[in-house]
């Protein structure tokens, strides 16, 4: 009995050792070492959940940090730093083990102790201050991103065509790209023979702070070879400094000077036009005018560099009567807006009859930037000689057509360009027909279809087609209403003809043919 009793007690006291055992094995997975470095991490997760932590690590948990799944989260941000770390907790996963891992990072050696033990997972952080940390935690693919982006940015600095510097509150050149380097070695002025800070080439201007609008300023620059560059230098507020660029806008000065020489040769060759000249912008505002539009409007020089609209303009001119008269007013108003489309299509052609008795001839022209361009020219006596060419042609027609001889006139070309009231009833026509359309060839094809045959229609097609020398001749042929008439072919000066025919009775002398004619019909 009393071995029984040995015995028993021997196997409670080995139960109560071996339990101690496990909870001091329990209580020390619980809690942090005290052999830990001061330096290091400590975070205990079961069932990957956060139970336990040191105190340094408790100090780099944030508030949001802990709203989040601090364990995936973790795991990911050491992930970057010790990319082997994913692969190795899975190996680990179903079995008890521990393992280090070491990387080199920006800030210097990273260590990470894991321990796991089932669903407990202890980890042991060195070298990384906070590894939750999104501003701390930087690793060397970041750096690496990071250093290269600012190999970009002082290569495009450097590679940049135009000048690029930064200033200090003071006014000194704290940072330059190679452009403004080369220029400040090739500028004409005072070297210190320091070769920092660079030496600063423009003054002055305005900074536009964040926001503004960029004010350039353009500042000429002497070189040491003589020449002068001219600069467009802008200014931005940085900091407590400034970012400054000057970009070369010689070619633009250039191109101004030239513009502006132009420009003035095209105003004085208008100032000695007799031709008025009116140029109106996209915008239909008056931009241009010769002297010539103000003697032919009767305008105010200085209302018309106040630059009026087209609309302005036509009114004015319309109270000062250089305008046609319209008693529609409306009429009037669709007047300006056809003249303003016709001259943009560049279809724009009248011819105003002033009040005054003056008529001017007005064209408008489209123009580049959808601007138009309007001439105002003086026909008044270009259209009284007209008026009076047109009474002398109207007089001359009157006088052939009381003449009781059939006349038609041919051009040198053999087109007709006269005939008279004789003519047209001899022969049939039509005095409303374009005689601009009938030659010769119809005439003498006209002739011979109303008389009998006779050799003398293909001598008159000879006699008004030939050149150089000629001679009066004349004929008879007899017309198929049984009347005889006398053919008489007279060259006229400029190398023109003039045929006329009258009727003869039947017993008239016989015909009288030229000798050249008769050479030719020979």
Known sequence: MAELLFEYA???????????????SWAKLRAPT?????????FRFENRELVGACTRARRSLSLEDLDEDIYHQLIDRLSRVFPDLPRRLNDAANHNARFRLCEATQAGPA??????????????????AAPLSRKVLVDSDQATAAASELAVLR???????????????EGTVDWVNKAYAATAEQANIPQTGETWPPARLFHGGQVAQTGDEPQPKRSTLEMASGIHKTYEVLRFGSGNGTLNFAIDVGATVKAEETLRSFFQTLTQTFAVLPIGLAIFDRSRSLVMFNPALIDLTNLEPEWLSARPTLYDFVNQLREKRMLPERRDFADWRKKITELDKSAADGTYCETWTLPTGQTYRVTGRPHPEGAVAFLLEDITAEMSLTRKFRRELSMNQALLDHLPEALVVFADDGVITMTNAAYD?????????????????????????????????????????????????????TLTNGLFVTCRFQPLT??????????????????QRSTHLAAISS
């Open 494 to 511: 400029g190398g023109a003809t003039l045929v006329g025919f009258t009727t003869t009775h039947q017993n008239a002398l016989p015909p």
């Open 425 to 477: 009833a001899m022969w049939g026509t039509d005095p409303e027909d374009p005689l601009s359309q009938i030659t010769i060839t119809d005439a003498a094809r006209l002739w011979q279809a109303n008389s009998a045959p006779n050799p003398v229609w293909g001598d008159a097609r000879d006699f008004v087609s030939q050149r150089g020398d000629r001679s009066e001749w004349t004929d008879t042929a």
């Open 34 to 42: 005290g052999r830990m470095s001061k330096t290091q991490l400590e």
């Open 155 to 169: 290569a495009t600095a450097d590679a940049a065509p135009y000048l690029s510097w930064r200033e200090t509150a």
């Open 111 to 128: 260590e990470l102790d894991v321990e796991a033990h089932g669903s407990i997972v202890r980890l042991r952080i060195s070298g990384i």
């Open 10 to 24: 021997a196997i409670m006291a080995l139960g109560i050792l071996l339990g101690a055992m496990i909870a001091y």
